[in-house]
């Protein structure tokens, strides 16, 4: 064979335009098929998923009988984002993480579970040296129709009667929302009742020992029925929240003369 003669064939060939645009026009519609081949088949291809059988909270250990099987398409599965889990061994003996409930018939992401260890922390778990929980009791209306949620910031304002006038200030400022709980200590957020939403009675917040000592000496007072509510504040305050402070001294002043008084 003439190796030469050959290399000369294939250069003229590829050295004349037409020719060549005409290879790579093939070359292109023969990519673009497979891969428009490809996106189809992955497309229409059923893939398996794992659904909740029943309603999980925040907590709670997914087992097998919790967990059903389902043929979906695999467009659904990459419209998620990869956010999806789809194996049963991703699933299966995890813990749906804090803040969490799993309605019946939800699929599994992966922000909702977690391991045991995370599972069993809880806001309370590491607070700051010297700060302490402290329960607010709420209501629907104190809580602004239950749109005070974990995380928010609020301000604690205090309400009062002193010498027959009625007095509303604010006392403390800057506190996070740590819990929200119904009667039975239930987050409202992340339980449902008869498929009802829970209603709000504790509000749990943290701050200095010092802070607490003060809203627990005014509640225990009878002089002046100091009573303590949430204030919201507004959604971009939790980007650069300030740390809590006493944002009223006069008020400290009544509440440590109501306390004396009453001794």
């Not at 050295?15 to 005409?22: D, E, G, I, V």
């Not at 097998?64 to 398409?73: F, L």
């Not at 995380?151 to 309400?159: Q, S, V």
Request: glycine share 4%; charged share 20%.
């Amino acid at each position: 064979m003439d190796f030469t003669k050959l290399k000369k064939n294939f250069t003229r060939i590829f050295s004349n335009p037409n020719t060549l645009t005409f290879i790579l026009a093939i070359i292109s519609i023969i990519v673009l098929y497979r891969v428009y081949a490809y996106m189809v088949n992955n497309a229409i291809q059923p893939t398996t998923l794992y659904y909740a059988a029943t309603d999980l909270y925040e907590g709670e250990q997914v087992t097998n009988d919790k967990i059903s099987p389902v043929e979906i398409s695999g467009s659904f599965l990459n419209s998620q984002n990869g956010t999806l889990l789809r194996g049963r061994g991703q699933i299966v003996n995890k813990y749906v993480a804090n803040g969490f409930r799993i309605p019946q018939n939800s699929f599994f992401y992966k922000s909702a579970l977690t391991d045991l260890d995370a599972a069993d922390e809880t806001p309370f778990t590491n607070l700051p040296d010297n700060w302490t929980i402290y329960r607010l009791p709420v209501d629907f209306n104190s809580t602004y129709g239950c749109s005070i949620m974990t995380g928010d910031y609020i301000d604690i304002y205090a309400t009062f009667d002193y010498n027959g006038k009625l007095f509303n200030d604010i006392f403390i400022k800057s506190i996070q929302v740590y819990m929200v709980v119904d009667s039975s200590g239930y987050d409202v957020f992340t339980h449902t009742k008869d498929g009802d939403k829970l209603k709000p009675e504790t509000l749990y917040f943290a701050v200095p020992i010092e802070e607490y000592r003060l809203l627990e000496i005014a509640n225990r007072g009878n002089k002046y029925h100091i009573k303590f509510y949430p204030v919201p504040r507004e959604t971009s305050y939790s980007e650069n929240p300030e740390q809590p402070s006493i944002a009223n001294q006069q008020l400290v002043d009544l509440i440590l003369s109501q306390a004396l008084d009453e001794q």
